[in-house]
């Protein structure tokens, strides 16, 4: 089977050197940082850390390039959804493309491109140290569901669950997606913004007892959000919280948001946050820390130029 | 008279460098930045800005060295009063010595090495541009009356504040300054850490309506707590917030706390939201914002760290 991950960054990368593992799976990669690609096709995609592992991927960032795939699994960062699924959509006129990425709307955006769409979660996380070289910060595992409107089929889910699974990447496919999807939004919307906005990473946020009570009415937000959309979590998001925090776990990794801060890239906290004070403004549930952390990052953005 | 600035700082400098201006006047500066004492007492201290003023003022970083003065004006921030107090109360035996900080809790600090105290809040601000040098950037009146537990008379908050008034200070006395400070205290907790985790300058935080919404916020949670020690505030902090974003006032301003945050100093956000914050928990009034952002900006300071 042939796979192509769309947006090939620090968690495109972990599912791309990982499949590529695999006799049975060729695996591409479109991205527009070019000399990531160049990297990629001359010395493999590289993943150092919680796992060692080169592997051959065919990168381009000329979506013209890519052949006919079974499979897409968009990893952009959340507002390039739209724009790298409208350029990649002919790979997949015959295939099923998951969204691994943070936040809500992702799904949406690429069902008005291509037909069967797979809801998907993922835990781990990385960071790109250099062109074709990623740090694998974290393991974890990735769910993988029916976007409802528009789903792929249960086959198809099993089958690129079963081959992520085999690659090293622990994936199940699950009859109902939102769960893992809202329990991870939940946690993502309670930390990054606080990294992002403190210059910490995730166990020294967790180990002041003022930022973590932050974190927890966060969290209450978001759970009461998802409680009005008739989400019932698949797990506390404070117990996943707590586990990051643990030093042989997250303790040192800077949340996504955080590098994007760093780096003065525009941040995902209006598919968040944000997402979460949308679906709040709408079901009629007040979501004022979420309001805040969101204008406080979206204004930290605007203060680069 | 014979005044000493206990602080030399932008805010310590308006009042010294003005009132050198006057004759019978003799201006002190205590001050522990070694270039900034060297400057002034080679070149004067000169302002820029709203104002063109040098001003013929002695200072030093030798808290013995100072004379017995009439008058101490204290301008450190908020964490430094307890020490700069500490070391220059000998000049201040036979003399009242008043406050023209940030925060709440200062008058406390002096109190506890001074006799007779003068509660003070002053609007005008600025930055050190280079040692002896200070740009101005907002005018503005201060306000001076009595620290309620340990006063000095009438008569010598009357004289204080006519010499600065003729300095070009603008000064009222006051029976109660109780009001001008909280509302200077709510106007300062409700810009100051926005613009510190922004990055953004009053007129920019203030022009973007999710901002402008959470200083609201951060105003209303402040409100409270005045309204509940039983404060009645002289005038309403949401329009000096407006009219301190007019362009022809403090557009371009940077919040002292985010010139603070730049130069990863330590912030007196402990002062501010923190101090309304406290009253909150001791009066019962909720202050999740005030709370929030206190967490967020400790927690950036410890990021430096």
Redesign the interface.
Known sequence: MRVCVVGCGAVGSLFAANLAQLDDVEVWAYDLTRDHVDAINENGLRLTGAGDVTGHVRATADASALPPCDFGIVATKAMHTESAVAATAHAFAEGAVASVQNGVGNEEAIARHVQRVIRGTTFPAGKILEPGVVQWDVKGETSLGPFEPSPASVGEIERLADACTRAGMPTNAVPDARPAQWRKVVFNAATNP?GA????THG??CE?P??R??VT?LVDEGKAVAAALGIVLDADPEELIDHAARRDVAYDHKASMLQDVEARRQTEIDYLNGGIARFGRELGVPT??N??V???V???E???S
Chains 1, 2 share one sequence.
């Not at 906005?197 to 910490?200: A, N």
């Open positions: 606080v906005l403190t210059g910490l020294r946020v002041r003022d930022l009570a932050l009415a004022p820390l309001d805040m969101t204008a406080l979206k204004a930290l605007d203060s680069w």
